[in-house]
């Protein structure tokens, strides 16, 4: 008998062509019915709740009841860190492939990985946060500096109180497209919160892409240089989409 937890179980949950496409679509963090789910994965309604049922009972979604309708989403992020991670995997399976990740160029720009900011932009901006010593690494995994709180604060998060949640406060995530890591977790979903407060960025409907604006584009990209340090102003960042 192997050591630890048996993975084969939650493996062929997630195997499964259409409990894979019902995962892969609430990896846009948006909460879906089961007949939304079931479009998705071109199942029939009968068919949709068994699989939701199966994962329901694996603890890799989960539903909440709204007047008549049940909404479904993934558990947490440790479950969307998870799937990203075999997307990334099965992008390395596929020898003939020699493009990584996503083939549509708007969804390598930049996506939504369950409630962070994935893809070209989002890897740019944590190297960038490595680089100017907001974000540190260390041998335990990553720190936010002294520096970097105030940069946050400055930004309009509450770093503080991102901290005292319950949730993992901030980690990298490989980014399956760039083949290098975004930054995941509380503090990496309010920063894209607070992204799209400003008015940078929007959503597109019914889809993974995050769509950034000229001006947004622009400022996300300039926001560590040294004339903006520690952070540029945020009655000056506030623009309309």
């Given at each position: 008998m192997s050591e630890g937890p048996n993975i084969v179980r939650v493996a062929a949950l997630i195997g499964d062509n259409a409990r894979a496409e019902v995962l892969s679509a609430l990896m846009s963090g948006r909460a879906l019915t089961a007949?939304?789910?079931?479009d998705t994965a071109g199942v029939t309604k009968q068919t949709i709740s068994f699989h939701l049922g199966k994962l329901l009972d694996a603890g890799l979604i989960t539903v909440e009841q709204q007047g008549r309708h049940r909404y479904f989403r993934l558990m947490g992020p440790e479950v969307a860190s998870l799937l990203e991670s075999?997307?990334?995997?099965?992008?390395?399976?596929?020898?003939?492939?020699?493009?990584?990740?996503?083939?549509?160029?708007?969804?390598?720009?930049?996506?939504i990985c369950y409630d962070?900011?994935?893809?070209?932009?989002?890897?740019?901006?944590?190297?960038?946060?490595?680089?100017?010593n907001i974000l540190h690494q260390h041998p335990g995994g990553l720190q936010l500096t002294e520096q970097g709180r105030v940069w946050f604060n400055q930004f309009g998060i509450d770093t503080d109180a991102l901290a005292s949640s319950k949730r993992s406060f901030c980690r990298e995530c490989?980014?399956?497209?760039?083949?290098?890591?975004?930054?995941?977790?509380?503090?990496?979903?309010?920063?894209?919160?607070?992204?799209?407060?400003?008015?940078?960025?929007?959503?597109?409907?019914?889809?993974?892409?995050?769509?950034?604006?000229?001006?947004?584009?622009?400022?996300?990209?300039?926001?560590?240089?040294?004339?903006?340090?520690?952070?540029?102003?945020?009655?000056?960042?506030?623009?309309?989409?």
């Open positions: 007949t939304e789910l079931a075999l997307m990334d995997l099965a992008c390395r399976s596929e020898a003939n492939r020699l493009v990584t990740g996503p083939r549509d160029p708007a969804l390598r720009k930049a996506r962070h900011l994935a893809g070209e932009l989002g890897v740019s901006v944590y190297e960038q946060m490595l680089r100017t490989l980014d399956w497209s760039e083949r290098r890591h975004h930054l995941a977790g509380a503090l990496g979903s309010a920063l894209l919160t607070r992204i799209q407060e400003l008015g940078w960025t929007k959503r597109e409907e019914n889809s993974r892409v995050i769509v950034f604006s000229t001006q947004g584009e622009k400022l996300l990209r300039t926001m560590f240089a040294p004339q903006s340090a520690p952070t540029v102003s945020v009655q000056q960042a506030a623009v309309t989409f």
